[in-house]
């Protein structure tokens, strides 16, 4: 199959390395080189972003100021290819990126709020996605909800951060149907 998504800032044992049809950019193929031109799927580092971001600048105000980068470059890509962004629930990075919480921006842009463990994360881990869609239809919502079996921070790094593989499958989805025009 050819590929059709780009899978940006991903770890080297991601699900998205098993899916035929996407482009993965782990820590060594370095997603800051990605010029197009298919929609992504961002997953920005969120440690500078998230509600735990006063942690991450004690502990390296330069490892955090990285981030951010990393964080609006994301952004960047998914308004530009379409796509779709992955935070959690009240990164900061909207509101750095005026990105919208209701209704949508000047790139067609919105957010919805979704729990990875609907997907089947052993955790909660609720998550905000910015699409980037170009009018195109959300793929039907997988309704196979799983209740949470245990808190985040009871998981290792690895856990906290692997992707379902449902939820990997309508994150491809969603930016698989996105037009792939560029926005200017």
């Known amino acids: 199959m050819n590929k059709t ?3 940006l800032f991903v770890r080297k044992d991601s699900i998205y390395n098993t899916i035929p049809q996407v482009d993965p950019y782990d820590y060594d193929r370095d997603a800051t080189t990605y010029a197009g031109p298919y929609p992504v799927i961002a997953h920005p ?31 960047q890509q ?20 005026a990105l919208p919480l209701h209704g ?15 997907f089947g994360h052993p955790a909660e881990k609720c998550t905000w996605l910015y699409i980037v869609n170009r009018g195109a239809p959300l ?26 593989p449902h939820f990997a499958a309508w994150l491809v989805a969603i930016a698989a149907a996105a037009n792939t025009r560029q926005v200017q």
């Open 139 to 164: 793929p039907p919502f997988p309704y196979d909800f799983h209740i949470p079996t245990t808190g985040l921070l009871k998981l290792g790094r690895a856990q906290r951060e692997a992707t379902p």
């Open 45 to 75: 580092p969120c440690g500078a972003w998230g509600r735990f971001r006063r942690h991450v600048e004690r502990a390296s105000g330069r490892r955090a100021e990285e981030e951010r980068s990393l964080g609006r470059f994301a952004v």
């Open 78 to 97: 998914v308004q530009r290819y379409g796509g779709v962004l992955e935070q959690p629930a009240c990164s900061s990075l909207w509101e750095d990126a």
């Open 5 to 7: 998504v780009a899978a």
């Open 104 to 118: 949508t921006d000047s790139h067609g842009g919105y957010t919805i709020q979704i729990c990875q463990s609907w």
